[in-house]
């Protein structure tokens, strides 16, 4: 018997077809699916319909390869693909393969993506084809097209900035069709998600107009942050300065004086929070705190803060990190600071829910020991960013705090970068309006910026958006674009110093002791030319030799 194989496309394509289907055999609906010919009767079902868009493939369940780039996964886990983080499981984990000179089109991280996406767009080209047969206010219709629009667009905008060339599909296709479909090139994919943005924006809503109950539903603010953030990749500096003033403008959204209650659930509905991951406790739980608390507090440690990060964060007045400093504290490495670097790391000698976080590497008795072997730190930090450490349920299927898309601290650097590479002049006023709201805000009170020199400013700037979105899932995005991947994924990544440590710090044979005396993690290759764009899922070529 020969036996086909069928196209993720192919899949979702035919699963959509089935449930279409009517059973005459019965004369009934399915009692396990909807079906076509009697659902899209009411705007009860239509809001159903339009649940399973936002939906997509994003997995509640405990998960490694990212379900959905808004999944916890997708936004924390891609970070371990950067120069800011590290996968305890080590150099042949799928998340550091993407970017340390190994990758391959069967990494599973690719494929799980590819698929989260197209399994979102399918379920949107179904939404769309349907919705106009809804009896219902032609408002409310407008609207829930708009965000189904929106929803397929973000999934092109992903799949573009790092898969490129992709297929462009807007309606639900047989399996034939699927199998055999072509690529679309990333510059015919980026116009198509600009204008479905650019007409979805004016059927959303406002954020300020979205009420309690529907938090969790794409605002007009996010529409627009979403095309600013296209133009930027598209170096349309210009119209992404006019798109980004538009929410600026509107005035509904603040920098929270509180940075870290941002990422937890008593402010994750701050109007800083423009668009964000929802998770309910137990029935949909965010998975992050078993992933990644420490040992001591019953976590997994995954993800590992690598010093390259940690020394970006400036001393309280502004001035450059440096070890040697009288300032720094090696007792107390948060000490005199930019706050953000005590609210984002786990660092030794600090505490963690009331517990003492002890990662020395010579402490062999501890439980979060930094070594190659204990399920504990790789670099000697840990992640604090998103957690309530009051919390006291299943790290598992217990916690419930939300994980932010679009913040409007984004909003306002991306308006500053840009003016800046507009080539406009940058003011002092508008520092002030941008950079300076982000870094004054109460709970981080850093020094204004005061440089209004393009390439001085243009350094301070990066520097600010990496401290600020740490750990969101924008910093891959934001290397890849700035074409500076080649340079910051390449050589040697270190881990916290130790001075007073006994041991050999992991160094490789032959290397000379560091002068820092900085754990040893990794080397990574990044392959300029090859690893700014990811091959497409080698099991979709297998099937499918157009997208080769």
């Not at 990060?309 to 070890?323: E, K, M, Q, R």
């Not at 979105?469 to 916290?496: Q, S």
């Amino acid at each position: 018997m020969k036996r086909y194989k069928l196209s993720t496309v192919a899949i979702l394509s035919a699963i959509l077809l089935l449930q279409a289907s009517c059973s005459d055999d019965l004369e009934k609906s399915p009692t396990n699916q909807y079906d076509s010919a009697t659902f899209w009767t009411n705007e009860t079902n239509a809001l159903i319909g339009l649940t399973a868009v936002y939906r997509g493939n994003l997995s509640y369940a405990f998960q490694v390869e990212p379900t959905d780039w808004w999944s916890y996964a997708g936004l924390a886990f891609l970070e371990l693909a950067t120069d800011n983080s590290y996968d305890r499981r080590g150099d042949n984990s799928n998340l550091n393969r993407l970017t340390n000179g190994t990758l391959l089109p069967n990494n599973a991280v690719l494929l799980s993506l590819w698929k989260g996406s197209y399994k979102k767009i399918t379920i949107a080209n179904d939404f769309l084809a349907h919705i106009e047969e809804v009896p219902m206010d032609e408002t409310k219709k407008l609207r829930f097209r708009s965000e189904a629009r929106f929803l397929r667009a973000s999934q092109y905008f992903y799949l573009s900035q790092h898969f490129g060339n992709v297929p462009l599909v807007t309606r639900v296709l047989t399996s034939e069709e699927a199998n055999t479909v072509t690529k679309t090139s990333k510059a015919e994919i980026e116009n198509f998600v600009s204008q479905e943005l650019s007409e979805a924006v004016a059927g959303l809503p406002r954020y300020r107009d979205i009420p309690a109950a529907e938090i969790g539903r794409v605002s007009r603010q996010a529409g627009l942050a979403f095309l600013g953030r296209l133009q930027l990749a598209q170096k349309k500096f210009r119209e992404a300065a006019v798109t980004y003033r538009q929410i600026i403008d509107f005035g509904d959204n603040i920098i929270d004086p509180d940075y870290a209650g941002l990422f937890t659930p008593a402010n994750e509905n701050s109007a800083e929070n423009i668009f964000s991951t929802q998770f309910i406790e137990l029935k949909a739980p965010n998975y992050l705190p078993q992933h990644a608390y420490p040992a001591i507090a019953g976590g997994y440690h995954f993800i590992n803060p690598y010093e390259a990060l940690a020394v970006n964060y400036d001393f309280i007045d502004g001035t450059p990190f440096s070890y040697d400093d009288p300032r720094f504290n090696l007792a107390n490495r948060a000490e005199n600071r930019d706050p953000r670097f005590a609210y984002t790391f786990l660092w030794d000698g600090c505490t963690f829910g009331g517990k003492p976080y002890d990662c020395h590497p010579d402490h062999t008795a501890s439980i979060d020991q930094l070594t190659v072997s204990k399920q504990a730190t790789r670099t000697g930090y840990g992640l604090r960013k998103y957690f309530d450490e009051t919390f006291t349920g299943s790290l598992a299927t217990g916690y419930s705090g939300n994980m932010p898309v679009i913040r409007y601290a984004e909003i306002l650097l991306s308006y500053l970068e840009a003016v800046l590479e507009s080539g406009d002049p940058v003011t002092q006023s508008l520092l002030d309006e941008t950079i300076n709201k982000v870094r004054g805000r109460t709970s981080v009170q850093m020094p204004p910026v005061t440089e209004t020199d393009a390439d001085r400013l243009r350094p301070v700037l990066r520097k600010e958006r990496r401290i600020e979105l740490a750990m969101e899932g924008i910093r891959l995005w934001d290397i890849l674009r700035w074409g500076i991947a080649g340079e910051v994924l390449t050589g040697d990544f270190w881990g916290a110093p130790f001075p007073d440590s006994q041991g050999a710090l992991n160094l490789p044979a032959g290397y000379p002791k560091d002068p820092y005396a900085r754990w040893w993690v990794t080397k990574k290759n990044f392959r300029v030319g090859q690893d700014e764009v990811w091959p497409v899922p080698e099991s979709e070529t297998n099937i499918n030799p157009n997208l080769k």
